[in-house]
């Protein structure tokens, strides 16, 4: 299959890549910063946020190959801090990358694929995108927009050859965590004195998560399957019996739940 995954320089992008490639697919990956090469996978610079760079990336595979068999959205970033003191600009940027981002290459991507009539599309969420975590909530409420542009994608393209897979990691032990601009200084440790001690939480389950060769096994399965899953949760027991707590508690009681987990 071809195979054409944003962000695949680290973490997440890089295990699928590596797994997917030695698996026999023909692997295209997109990269921001140079590292050290996968053998077999080919390499696109180009920044999510241009317009440009993301319609050159996919005319590039077109151009190779002549079509996307699977296109998996992975490139993002995160911003964390209260929201009360998170600038306008980091907004922008946290959804211009993780949410604006997927939508620039699936304005490509889809044409390509409903012409063909075949594809799978992955698109990675978060469980911050089916809750929203304190103190990420720039975060959370891009893996939110996620989940609602692909649920209403979903359905526009029943009947197309074309399946929609949302993919919701919980914590994982990947660069993100060293990687995350936080919101910091005296003003809002003074305004929200619990902030240093649920950021230290998140980032111990981060840091103690699983590893993304796990992950990229599971990318793996849905890339063979007949028949993908609408979504998929990949995290510890705690994380995913915390999605389905959150369905049947009242959500005054789930977010005592939540604040009593992140020591607020």
């Known amino acids: 299959m071809i195979i054409l995954i944003t962000g695949i320089t680290s973490g997440f992008g890089r295990a699928m890549a590596a797994r997917l490639s030695s698996e026999g697919h023909k692997v295209y990956g997109t990269f921001r910063s140079s590292s050290e090469p996968l053998p077999g996978v080919t390499y696109i610079k180009c920044e999510v946020g241009d317009d440009a ?32 003191f998170s600038s306008l600009e980091d907004a922008q940027r946290q959804m211009d990358v993780n949410w ?53 994608l979903r359905l526009e393209l029943r009947g197309t050859g074309i399946s929609v897979t949302v993919v919701e990691p919980g914590d994982f032990s990947t660069n993100f965590t060293a990687s995350r601009k936080s919101v910091a200084g005296p003003e809002v440790a003074a305004a929200y004195p619990n902030y240093a001690r649920s950021l230290a939480s998140i980032e111990h389950d ?59």
């Open 206 to 264: 981060e840091n103690s998560g699983l590893k993304p060769e796990f992950l990229a096994g599971k990318i793996s399965a849905i890339v063979k399957s007949k028949n993908p899953p609408y979504n998929i949760i990949i995290a510890s027991f705690l994380q995913k019996l915390s999605v389905f707590v959150k369905k049947i508690v009242p959500r005054r009681t789930f977010a005592w739940i939540l604040s009593l987990y992140y020591k607020l």
């Open 100 to 152: 604006m981002g997927m939508v620039r290459f699936l304005h490509y991507v889809v044409p390509a694929m409903r012409s063909q009539g075949s594809g799978k599309i992955i698109c990675f969420s978060s469980i911050g995108g089916l809750m929203g975590l304190p103190y990420q909530g720039l975060y959370s409420a891009s893996k939110y927009a996620i989940e609602g542009y692909c649920e209403a």
């Open 53 to 84: 760079q993301v319609e050159a990336a996919v005319k590039q595979v077109l151009s190779a190959e002549g079509r996307i068999d699977v296109f998996i959205n992975n490139a993002g970033m995160g911003i964390g801090g209260p929201l009360e």
